[in-house]
């Protein structure tokens, strides 16, 4: 156990909906990053929070979107969504300990679009 | 951008043996992070090993050990006394300071230990 939670562990939508993945931090750390694991794209960073902050932004599409609340707990939107979109999401944090810190994932929330 | 490349899509071993897992990677810088994660049939992501590139020593955790080679950019993962439970894929990222950065992954390597 990592440490990092996510809700809900399985998602199963249409296509068009919408749907919001929580994540919840290690005690302690402050960067939370999210990840989509997909067939074809293979695992790929979309965007990270800084204690609340954007920090980073990967291939994240326009229809997604992130927030980091002060409690620092995360979540990922999907709006408008398609096929494609079905994944595994991941979500990992770390703590800033100056440079190259671990990042310790969760046990991901599969979506299924249909 | 740096890219990171396995080129075994698949490995299997026999339980108690030795495998070597390849990863190399493309970058122009010269401090980064290397890691090993492992994916095992639940779908955690789990942390096996990390390599400070600044480190000439290779690290290792128990029966697991890498070899990396900052020159030709190279970083194999070696998997000593190989059991049931190492079944899983694995994954090589790369990771470039500064503080709190993005992890760029390799496709994976499934690994199956037989009995």
């Known amino acids: 156990d990592s440490g990092v939670t996510q809700t809900p562990k399985h998602l199963i939508t249409a296509t068009g909906q919408r749907v919001t993945l929580r994540c919840s931090p290690r005690s302690g750390d402050l960067s939370v990053y999210w990840y989509q694991q997909s067939l074809d794209q293979g695992l790929q960073f979309l965007i990270q929070y800084y204690n609340g902050e954007e920090r980073a932004k990967g291939n994240i599409l326009e229809r997604f979107s992130a927030q980091q609340f002060p409690d620092l707990h995360s979540e990922l939107n999907l709006s408008s969504l398609e096929l494609g979109d079905s994944a595994l999401y991941f979500c990992a944090s770390s703590f800033p300990h100056g440079s190259g810190e671990t990042q310790y994932f969760g046990p991901g929330t599969r979506l299924l679009v249909l | 951008a740096q890219t990171v490349t396995q080129s075994q899509p698949e490995m299997s071993v026999q339980e108690a043996e030795t495998v070597t897992l390849s990863c190399t990677y493309d970058t122009s810088e010269n401090n980064y992070y290397l890691f090993w994660y492992k994916q095992p049939p639940s779908r955690q992501m789990i942390l096996v090993i990390r390599?400070?590139?600044?480190?000439?020593q290779n690290a290792t955790e128990n029966r697991f050990s890498v070899n990396f080679q900052k020159a030709a950019k190279s970083f194999s993962l070696k998997i000593s006394d190989s059991q049931l439970g190492d079944t899983a894929m694995y994954f090589c990222?790369?990771?470039?300071?500064?503080?709190?950065?993005?992890?760029?992954f390799g496709e994976g390597t499934q690994l199956t230990v037989n009995p």
């Open positions: 390599q400070e590139a600044y480190k000439q």
């Open positions: 990222a790369f990771m470039k300071p500064p503080s709190g950065s993005r992890l760029t």
